[in-house]
Each structure stands twice: as structure tokens, then as C-alpha cells.
């Protein structure tokens, strides 16, 4: 599985962008999405997590009630909606995929396929 993710960029406080993370290859559809992300100088953490199913969702406390994620499974598309951006939600965003279902999703460690990474940066 490859991933490809896009949609950061510069962005000023209060305001939205949605970030798309496409995948290739087969059993997108069962894979555990997740978004995380590492600021300059810290360490990277955990952003948002999605199901293969798509009903089950967790996130970040920092970030509940402005971050939402989706996917579309017929696109093998996750999508992460950031409202209300804050500056210190500027950092590297990055998605990533976890084949087993039962794995913590919030510890980088268990992901198995990472994409590229996309830059948001939220001035204030």
C-alpha cells in the first residue's frame, strides 16, 4: 500500500483546509486510517484515527469538535477536515494505515504504511 497525502498550506487562524490522503493497492477498505502529525522540535502525535468500517472514530482531545475524519472506500481516499485552525496546529501532517484491526491506534509504531507528509501552517 502506498500513500499519497495532500492539502496543507498556509492558512490563517479560524480558518479551514481538508486534507486528502490517497492510497493504492488492494484492502484499503479494511485498513485502520489514521492521521498524525509533528510540529518542529516535538515529538510526532497522534491526530485522528478511522476504522475500515467507518463508524468507529477517535482524536486527539486537543482537536475534538474541529477535526473530523472520513473516507471514502471507493476512492481509497481518508480525508481529515481541520476547522477552526489554531497556530499551534502547524506541523507535518502525515496519514497512515494499520492492517489489523485490534492494533493501537493511537502508537505510531503500529502503523504499516505512512505517506509523504503535508505542511500546515496556521498564522496567527
Known amino acids: 500500500v502506498q500513500l499519497q497525502a495532500s492539502g496543507g498550506g498556509l492558512v490563517q487562524a479560524g480558518g479551514s483546509l481538508r486534507l486528502s490522503c490517497a492510497a493504492s493497492?488492494?484492502?484499503?477498505?479494511?485498513?485502520?486510517m489514521g492521521w498524525f502529525r509533528q510540529a518542529p522540535g516535538k515529538e510526532r502525535e497522534f491526530v485522528a484515527a478511522l476504522r475500515g468500517s467507518g463508524t468507529n472514530t477517535y482524536y486527539l482531545d486537543s482537536v475534538k469538535g474541529r477535526f473530523t475524519i472520513s473516507r471514502d472506500n471507493a476512492k481509497n481516499t481518508v480525508y481529515l477536515q481541520m476547522n477552526s485552525l489554531k497556530p499551534e496546529d502547524t506541523a507535518v501532517y502525515y496519514c497512515a494505515a494499520i492492517w489489523s484491526s485490534l492494533a493501537d491506534y493511537r502508537l505510531s509504531s503500529n502503523y504499516n504504511y505512512w505517506g509523504q507528509g503535508t505542511l500546515v501552517t496556521v498564522s496567527s
Open positions: 493497492g488492494r484492502g484499503f477498505s479494511s485498513y485502520t
